[in-house]
């Protein structure tokens, strides 16, 4: 009796595990790739990166912040070219921290000092400058964020101004008065767009992002300042992915933050530090054309490039696809044993029957999981094993 219950104490504990690791995998994980640059002034290196970009050839482009240039890259991170030097003429800059790509192929440049938006054919030519300094629509104050949307229209965040200008042939249009009330905006830092032509902001002092649809209407806002899942302190940069989720460049807490488009948490990315996959001061983010994610990790002064993890091979075994061989698949094939269709669960050889041979199969592979387990499932399941083959 109480092997029996030692036993459904394990099964219970290791279904508890696997079904907590389940709801993590039905999340698309990303794994880190490459890192590209390091401090300097050279090329390919930066000194504090505030801003990445990707056009619709796969390059990217990067907001060089405090060495006044812009930098193009190959999707596979090497070198392209340089555009700008420091100054206030026409293709120079002056602390550029936002940078966008349009569907034609063309840059648009947060000058941030220079009070401007700056405008650049895709092989780096200047082509215009929009905005000056001031408060009155069309002017400037300390320009962040850049985004363009699909209609060709240019999303800024007038930082200064504590508002969104959006920029067209028609002329400026504003969104966003001070203040951190529905709607208002205090320093906005971020700005991006999704499929639907809403707009996302990274209202970053209020600590929160705020969606405006593409006429300005508020509809909502997401997060509170903290250091918790799902809280922000700070954020900078904005971006969306192909499905649709909010991806949030959680700049004071080192780290990147997935919300859905309803603004419900969904999973962190990065923590503090120097190495391979962790931040310091997260400025900026985009994704490219394959999904993969490139951050503009400041303060480490590099770009930092992550891909979605793929999906995990199916596992001999694994009879209910939980990923994992356990108690519940030996249920499977002890429920189906001795039957003899190709589509019972439990066949895991194709022999059109379930028989010892499955379970042989399931013993090679128990405890065995297609992603990574907490160690203590592995001591768990072992323990298991041996009281399943005592009852036995």
């Given at each position: 009796?109480?092997?029996?219950?030692?036993?459904a104490?394990?099964l219970?504990?290791?279904l508890?595990?696997?079904?907590?690791s389940?709801?993590?995998?039905?999340q698309q994980?990303?794994?880190?790739?490459?890192?590209?640059?390091?401090f300097?002034?050279g090329n390919g290196?930066?000194w504090?990166?505030?801003g990445?970009?990707c056009?619709?050839?796969g390059?990217?482009?990067?907001a060089?912040?405090?060495?006044n240039?812009?930098?193009?890259?190959?999707?596979?991170g090497?070198?392209?070219?340089?555009?700008?030097?420091y100054?206030?003429?026409?293709?120079?800059?002056?602390?550029?921290y936002?940078?966008?790509?349009?569907?034609s192929g063309?840059?648009?440049?947060?000058?941030t000092?220079n009070?401007r938006?700056?405008?650049?054919?895709?092989s780096?030519?200047?082509?215009q400058?929009?905005?000056?300094?001031?408060?009155?629509?069309?002017q400037l104050?300390?320009?962040?964020?850049?985004?363009c949307?699909?209609?060709?229209?240019?999303?800024v965040a007038?930082k200064?101004?504590?508002?969104?200008?959006?920029?067209?042939s028609?002329?400026?249009?504003?969104l966003?008065?001070h203040?951190?009330?529905?709607?208002?905006?205090?320093?906005?830092?971020?700005?991006t767009?999704?499929?639907?032509?809403?707009?996302?902001?990274?209202?970053?002092p209020?600590?929160?992002?705020?969606e405006?649809?593409?006429?300005?209407?508020?509809?909502?806002t997401?997060?509170?300042e903290?250091?918790?899942?799902?809280?922000?302190?700070?954020?900078?940069?904005v971006?969306?992915?192909?499905s649709?989720?909010?991806w949030?460049a959680?700049?004071s807490?080192?780290?990147?933050?997935?919300?859905s488009?309803s603004?419900?948490?969904?999973?962190?990315?990065?923590t503090?530090?120097?190495?391979?996959?962790?931040?310091?001061s997260?400025?900026?983010i985009?994704?490219d054309?394959s999904?993969n994610?490139?951050?503009?990790?400041?303060?480490?002064?590099c770009?930092q490039v992550?891909?979605p993890?793929?999906?995990?091979?199916?596992?001999?075994g694994d009879?209910?696809?939980?990923?994992?061989?356990?108690?519940?698949d030996?249920?499977?094939v002890e429920?189906?044993?001795?039957?003899?269709?190709?589509?019972?669960?439990?066949?895991?050889?194709?022999?059109?029957a379930?028989?010892?041979?499955?379970?042989?199969?399931l013993?090679?592979?128990?405890?065995?999981?297609?992603?990574?387990e907490?160690?203590?499932l592995?001591l768990?399941a072992?323990?298991?094993l041996?009281?399943?083959?005592?009852?036995?």
């Amino acid at each position: 009796m109480r092997r029996a219950s030692i036993l459904a104490f394990v099964l219970a504990t290791i279904l508890q595990i696997l079904a907590s690791s389940q709801e993590a995998r039905g999340q698309q994980q990303y794994q880190w790739v490459q890192t590209i640059g390091g401090f300097g002034t050279g090329n390919g290196r930066f000194w504090f990166p505030c801003g990445v970009a990707c056009d619709s050839s796969g390059n990217v482009w990067v907001a060089d912040t405090y060495d006044n240039r812009i930098q193009e890259f190959s999707s596979s991170g090497a070198f392209l070219r340089t555009i700008g030097t420091y100054g206030t003429g026409n293709g120079q800059f002056y602390g550029p921290y936002g940078i966008a790509c349009d569907s034609s192929g063309n840059v648009w440049v947060g000058d941030t000092y220079n009070n401007r938006i700056e405008k650049f054919s895709s092989s780096g030519a200047f082509l215009q400058t929009v905005g000056t300094a001031g408060t009155g629509n069309g002017q400037l104050y300390s320009p962040y964020g850049v985004a363009c949307d699909s209609s060709g229209n240019v999303w800024v965040a007038d930082k200064g101004n504590n508002r969104i200008q959006e920029f067209s042939s028609s002329g400026a249009f504003m969104l966003g008065t001070h203040g951190n009330g529905n709607g208002q905006l205090n320093n906005p830092g971020g700005v991006t767009c999704d499929s639907s032509g809403n707009v996302w902001v990274a209202d970053t002092p209020n600590s929160r992002i705020v969606e405006f649809s593409s006429s300005g209407t508020f509809l909502q806002t997401f997060g509170t300042e903290g250091t918790g899942n799902g809280q922000l302190y700070y954020p900078g940069g904005v971006a969306c992915d192909s499905s649709g989720n909010i991806w949030v460049a959680d700049t004071s807490n080192n780290r990147i933050e997935e919300f859905s488009s309803s603004g419900a948490f969904l999973q962190t990315l990065g923590t503090f530090g120097h190495g391979n996959g962790q931040f310091a001061s997260v400025e900026d983010i985009t994704f490219d054309s394959s999904g993969n994610l490139w951050v503009a990790d400041a303060g480490n002064n590099c770009i930092q490039v992550f891909s979605p993890t793929p999906e995990p091979a199916a596992l001999a075994g694994d009879a209910n696809g939980d990923g994992t061989v356990s108690f519940a698949d030996y249920q499977i094939v002890e429920s189906n044993f001795g039957t003899g269709t190709t589509w019972e669960q439990g066949d895991f050889n194709g022999d059109h029957a379930v028989t010892f041979a499955d379970y042989q199969i399931l013993e090679a592979n128990f405890g065995k999981s297609s992603v990574p387990e907490p160690a203590t499932l592995s001591l768990l399941a072992l323990g298991g094993l041996a009281l399943l083959r005592k009852r036995r």
